[in-house]
């Protein structure tokens, strides 16, 4: 179960230690979520629609709504362009999903990071203030 209140803090993208990157940028992980860039071969994982981190990644790093997003995901699985990130249920789920996976990636609150540390590595990380 997660919080329905986020309070300021920092995201981290967390991928399995044996992942071909380093790190990964904004625009970088932008194309991943979206499904434009199959050549990176990683798989993405989301939270449900309501979680707040899913909130706050979507429109600092995604750089849109949830609506928006739900709405090219539903063209894109029209078309059969693509198909949206898996969703898992919580950070939990996330961590148990990359130890092992060597391909996929994550965000979680930092307050989360001693779930994956043993088994993965900082991607990237930015900051957000709460909601309002």
Not at 60 to 76: D, H
Not at 112 to 122: H, L, R, T
Request: aromatic fraction near 12%; proline fraction near 5%.
């Amino acid at each position: 179960m997660y919080h329905s209140h986020v309070s300021a803090g920092e995201i981290l993208v967390v991928g399995n230690k044996a992942l071909k990157y380093e790190q990964l940028s904004t625009r970088q992980l932008r194309a991943i979520y979206m499904g434009n860039a199959r050549h990176f071969d990683v798989q993405p994982l989301n939270y449900p629609k309501s979680h707040p981190l899913r909130t706050i990644f979507n429109l600092r790093v995604i750089g849109y709504t949830e609506q928006r997003i739900q709405t090219f995901w539903a063209q894109m699985m029209f078309t059969g362009k693509g198909y949206p990130p898996d969703t898992l249920k919580s950070e939990s789920a996330a961590a148990a999903f990359l130890m092992n996976s060597t391909n996929a990636v994550a965000f979680i609150d930092s307050s989360s990071v001693g779930k994956v540390e043993e088994c993965c590595k900082i991607l990237h990380r930015f900051h957000y203030d709460a909601p309002k």
